[in-house]
């Protein structure tokens, strides 16, 4: 049994971080394309921008964000192998 991390860039500000990709925050550049994975510090700001200072309550982080990802979390058992003869 092992743990996943993705190890990218926050989308937002570049910097380098590790994240679930199943539960981290992510943004598209530009509106358009692939949701893409921001930091924390972006994700606060993101709700600062667009939603508390709006009268909206914040977007939730879920607490596993920034967590490891159990790989069998990851298995759907998609790839199993047909072992009948």
Known sequence: MGWIYLLCSCAACGAPIHVNIEKCPSIRIGGTGPREPICINCFNR?????RTSKGLEPVPLDPQAYE??????MWDGSDTENTSA
Request: aromatic share 10%.
């Open 46 to 50: 993101w709700n600062e921008i667009h």
């Open 68 to 73: 490891p990802l159990n790989e069998q979390d």
